[in-house]
C-alpha cells in the first residue's frame, strides 16, 4: 500500500483508492436482479429519477436524468447507471462508442481537488463534473493510460462517509429480503 493509501475509510476501503465499480446499463431494475442472482451482491440504494444540476460535460454546461443505484459486495460498492434522456453525456459515449458495460473505478477522496490535479499530471481530462443528489462532487477522468473506462472521483464528506458506512453494514446484515431500497433510507 503507498503512503497515498495510509488512511481508511470508516467502512474499510483506504482513501484515494478504489472504492467503486460502475457500470452503465440499459435497464437498472434488471441489472439489480442479476447482479444479486448471479454474483450475491444487495441490497441495492436507489437514487432518481433525477436530473443533475450545474453539471459540465466536457466543459459545457448539461443536465442529463438518471436512475443509479449502488450495494456493497464486501468493501467495494457496486454502481449501476441507468441515463433516461439522449443528452450528451459520459454514459452515452460508452454506450455509442461500445455499449452498455463496464463504465468506471471510483475513488473516494476527501481532496478531490487535489486528486484532479495528480491525475491531470498523468494526461487524463476532466469529462464530466456535478454534484451527487447529496451535496458532495463527483468527477469523470478520461484519458487515463492502461486502465479501461473512466476514473470517478467522490468528495467523500462525512455526511458522504456516513452515508457510505449505513449501505455497508446494510450489506453486512442483509437476509436478502428488500432488494431494493431508496437511498434516502440507508
Known amino acids: ?23 452503465v446499463v440499459e435497464n437498472i431494475d434488471e441489472a439489480m436482479r442479476s447482479f444479486t442472482t448471479q454474483l450475491g451482491v444487495g441490497p441495492w440504494f436507489l437514487s432518481g429519477p433525477f436530473e443533475t444540476t450545474g453539471a459540465e460535460y466536457r466543459r459545457k454546461p448539461t443536465n442529463i436524468r438518471l436512475k443509479l443505484a449502488v450495494a456493497f459486495s464486501g468493501h467495494m460498492q457496486v454502481e449501476v447507471i441507468q441515463q433516461l434522456d439522449d443528452q450528451p453525456s459520459v454514459y452515452r459515449e460508452l454506450i455509442e462508442r461500445s455499449g452498455y458495460g463496464f463504465h468506471h473505478f471510483a475513488l473516494a477522496t476527501k481532496d478531490i481537488d487535489a486528486e484532479i490535479a495528480r491525475l491531470q499530471e498523468g494526461g487524463a481530462a476532466i469529462a464530466f ?14 484519458g487515463v493510460n492502461g486502465l479501461p473506462g ?23 446484515a442483509w437476509d436478502g429480503s428488500d432488494l431494493v431500497r431508496p437511498a434516502e433510507r440507508a
Open 1 to 23: 500500500m503507498s503512503l497515498r493509501n495510509a488512511q481508511t475509510l470508516l467502512y474499510g476501503q483506504p482513501v484515494n483508492g478504489i472504492t467503486q465499480v460502475g457500470y
Open 150 to 172: 473512466m476514473i470517478e472521483l467522490i468528495e467523500m464528506t462525512p455526511r458522504q462517509e456516513e452515508l457510505y458506512v449505513l449501505m455497508y453494514a446494510a450489506a453486512l
Open 129 to 142: 463534473k456535478a454534484r451527487s443528489p447529496r451535496g458532495p462532487r463527483v468527477t469523470y477522468m478520461d
